[in-house]
Antibody, heavy 120, light 110 residues
Framework: QVTLRESGPALVKPTQTLTLTCTFS??????????VSWVRQPPGKALEWLAL???????YYRTSLKTRLTISKDTSKNQVVLTMTNMDPVDTGTYYC????????????WGQGILVTVSS | QSVLTQPPSASGTPGQKVTISCSGS????????VSWYHQLPGTAPKLLIY???QRPSGVPGRFSGSKSGTSASLAISGLRSEDEADYYC???????????FGGGTQLTVL
């Protein structure tokens, strides 16, 4: 059974750096075609893909946020970490991590999400 | 503004068939597989369709997907009240070198 769980702060101040951790089980990020993505959803708005790391360690970022995002993995801990610098109130939303299958580019398992509020 | 265009809303009565469209371009839908997700309020998205028209195990046959050129569609037949949710299409965009989602369609079962 594949499970993912997001963890991190619920509240960050403007200009601070957000660090989120996705802890997963039921699959290996070393296996072919396995990836982990981060997706966010501002309140009442649509899903926005943020970043992806694949089984080979290749990284992909949302173009508009590329300078602020860093994704990394620790396969020994089954974790993927996303950092986002210079947080702003518009970054408020629910952040999800999801397992993504590269062959087909689809996310078949999602974490429950973590609500992050950016406010002073 | 989303790269993939979906109608913001759709509706139908129980038992009807509803179709949700997703329009893109040659760099995304035109070149890659499309997946569909539904999302109930306050919950995580759930995969409905992958590789254009494949259903994961556990997804009812009432849900079907198709793709033609730079557009894709999700059809829901035998509409039920529990189908009331937000629906999103997604794919990879070769020009952006990243995944993209549609703006979402809120389905109302009247």
């Amino acid at each position: 059974q594949v499970t993912l769980r997001e963890s991190g702060p619920a509240l960050v101040k403007p200009t601070q750096t957000l660090t989120l951790t996705c802890t997963f089980s039921g699959f290996s990020l070393n296996s072919n075609d396995m990836c982990v993505s981060w997706v966010r959803q501002p309140p009442g708005k649509a899903l926005e893909w943020l970043a992806l790391i694949d089984w080979e360690g290749d990284k992909y970022y949302r173009t508009s946020l590329k300078t602020r995002l860093t994704i990394s993995k620790d396969t020994s801990k089954n974790q993927v970490v996303l950092t986002m610098t210079n947080m702003d109130p518009v970054d408020t939303g629910t952040y999800y991590c999801a397992r993504m299958v590269w062959n087909g580019i689809y996310s078949d398992s999602w974490g429950q999400g973590i609500l992050v509020t950016v406010s002073s | 503004q989303s790269v993939l265009t979906q109608p913001p809303s759709a509706s139908g009565t129980p038992g009807q068939k509803v179709t949700i469209s997703c329009s893109g371009s040659i760099s995304n839908i035109g070149s890659n597989f499309v997946s569909w997700y539904h999302q109930l309020p306050g919950t995580a998205p759930k995969l409905l369709i992958y590789k254009n028209d494949q259903r994961p195990s556990g997804v009812p046959g009432r849900f079907s997907g198709s793709k033609s050129g730079t557009s894709a569609s999700l059809a829901i037949s035998g509409l039920r009240s529990e189908d009331e949710a937000d629906y999103y299409c997604a794919t990879w965009d070769d020009r952006l070198n990243g995944a993209v989602f549609g703006g979402g369609t809120q389905l109302t079962v009247l």
